[in-house]
């Protein structure tokens, strides 16, 4: 994981349940969060549930120069350092978010994620697999892809992605939505309601049931879904009861 942000404040509890979510489902994980800010007695703190759970786990501050040494993000980062590039449109914090990510999995392999992605089983027999955003309604062909899940490799040539589809040197699968983003993030806020009616807790029991059969993980697009509140029979509220255990253990004992 990684969190580029000044303070732990960022890191509430949807990121703490993502942790719980992804230790329940890889009981032996390493997972590395590489933040500045968790990378201190406060972000020590707030991982503390799972440390003395025996979960692996720990915040190392990014080291950007290391991570992007021979690399294609090698002369951009040293160009923007030195003022001679924009970063453009994108903020920079999210640029070099993208790149560490990307850079890290290509130098060491394994398995990124996002801060807001919840676990819901084992990632084991996936490999070399980045998610579909969304899919072209006449093709059934993906027309978009999303980075906040990444399996792949050491030395696995992701960074192309796009202009490596089709060729026959490389190997990886592209997941259709549902593996990562069973609902897109402009109706994400549908899984945080409760019943509004029959028919509507007739669609809250048929989505649990089909993310629940069709879906490795849940992206939760915290940018749309941080100020939503978790509501009594929501789709959430279910997933957050099975799938969350050390977190909210911890949680309901401290503020007892």
Same mark, same amino acid.
């Given at each position: ?46 991982? !503390? ?19 992007? !040494? ?187």
């Amino acid at each position: 994981m990684t969190l580029i942000s000044p303070t732990v404040d960022s890191f509430g509890e949807r990121e703490s349940f993502a942790v719980d979510s992804l230790f329940r489902s890889h009981r032996n994980a390493c997972l590395v969060i590489v933040s500045n800010s968790m990378d201190s007695e406060q972000g020590r703190a707030l991982l !503390k549930p799972f440390i003395d759970n025996q979960f692996r786990v720990t915040a190392v501050k990014p080291d950007f120069a290391a991570a992007f !040494k021979n690399t294609p993000a090698e002369t951009w980062f040293r160009d923007l350092k030195s003022g001679r590039v924009r970063p453009g449109d994108v903020p920079v914090a999210q640029n070099l978010s993208n790149l560490l990510r990307l850079a890290l999995l290509y130098k060491f392999g394994g398995i990124y994620l996002d801060t807001d992605v919840v676990v819901l089983r084992s990632f084991n027999g996936l490999r070399n697999c980045i998610g579909a955003q969304t899919v072209d309604a006449v093709t059934g062909n993906w027309s978009r892809l999303n980075n906040a899940v990444l399996i792949f490799d050491r030395n696995h040539p992701l960074v192309v992605v796009e202009r490596v589809i089709g060729d026959s040197g490389f190997n990886f699968t592209v997941m259709p939505p549902a593996a990562f983003y069973p609902v897109d993030w402009s109706r994400i806020a549908a899984l945080f309601h409760g019943p509004r009616g029959r028919v509507h807790a007739r669609w809250l029991r048929k989505k649990l049931e089909q993310i629940k059969k069709e879906s490795f993980a849940v992206h939760l697009w915290n940018r749309q879904s941080r100020d939503v509140k978790i509501e009594d029979g929501s789709v959430m509220s279910r997933i957050r009861m099975e799938y969350c255990s050390t977190f909210c253990n911890s949680s309901s004992s401290s503020s007892s």
